[in-house]
């Protein structure tokens, strides 16, 4: 995918929507559910997701010629060809997460293990919902774009527990670089680009590079790398150039690393 499509398909995002937070967190419980029912057909590699562009939802990898996948703005939990097509779909609001690992178990004549309680699923917030679908449908274009111009083939996959979605870069001699998008966290609440060297270079914190798009450095915490706050590519009013922001951000952080390294 280049920039230009990436401008094309870019979905205009602004402020948060009221009931985010909540709407994120039921999220999460939805995808552990499709990330449980991937290793009940592929074992623990079934953990890695997908985010299918087509369907708008996170989904295993295909596996007998079907997928399990949750559609956010949809809020249901679905049986999909290996394209991504719902074949058989649960609502999942007001139900429990036994009832939805019940429907799986019997939609795939395998036990699927979804985790105990939490109440019945809330997924109410329509507008939230559909914000956190345009937030992992414009990461990808903007990974699968950053990927293609680093020259990788590195698959996009998504972790389930974090939700991120991510992909990496190789430079050669052991060194490469983690890119991502991921939704908030204890070290930096607002939802977020990030690069992440690995292993992480030498670097001297008064001359890292500077990073496109409003990016900045992360030198303390947990991580080493590059980070771009939502504030900063949803300040553009236009579609393009929050993509144009985003991408360049994750471009530079690429060639920032890559400096670093040969130093």
Not at 72 to 90: H, M, N, V, W, Y
Not at 174 to 192: C, F, H, K, S, T
Request: charged share 20%; with cysteine; proline share 5%.
């Amino acid at each position: 995918m280049d920039l230009e499509v990436v401008r094309e398909q870019w979905e205009m995002q602004g402020a948060q929507p009221e009931g985010y937070a909540d709407a994120l967190a039921q999220v999460r419980r939805a995808v552990g559910l499709v990330a449980a029912a991937g290793r009940a057909l592929l074992g623990d590699a079934g953990g890695s997701l997908e985010w299918l562009s087509e369907s708008r939802a996170f989904a295993t990898a295909p596996s007998g010629g079907k997928r399990v996948a949750f559609a956010p703005a949809r809020g249901s939990l679905e049986i999909t060809d290996a394209a991504g097509k719902a074949q058989q779909q649960l609502a999942l609001d007001g139900k429990s997460v036994a009832d939805a690992s019940s429907w799986l178990s019997a939609q795939l004549g395998k036990p699927v293990a979804g985790g105990a309680g939490g109440g019945p699923f809330a997924l109410g917030a329509k507008a939230a919902l559909e914000d956190i679908t345009r937030s992992y449908a414009n990461a990808a274009r903007a990974l699968l774009c950053a990927r293609a111009m680093a020259k990788s083939e590195e698959p996009v996959r998504v972790a389930a527990d974090p939700l991120h979605i991510s992909c990496s870069v190789a430079f050669g001699g052991g060194n490469g670089i983690g890119l991502g998008y991921a939704p908030g966290d204890g070290e930096i609440q607002d939802p977020y680009f990030y690069a992440k060297p690995c292993p992480v270079p030498a670097y001297d914190v008064d001359s890292l590079p500077e990073l496109e798009g409003g990016g900045e450095w992360k030198t303390e915490g947990s991580w080493f790398g590059g980070y771009l706050r939502r504030a900063e590519w949803v300040w553009y009013d236009a579609e393009q150039l929050q993509a144009g922001a985003t991408v360049s951000f994750l471009d530079s952080c690429v060639d920032a690393a890559r400096a670093l390294f040969e130093k």
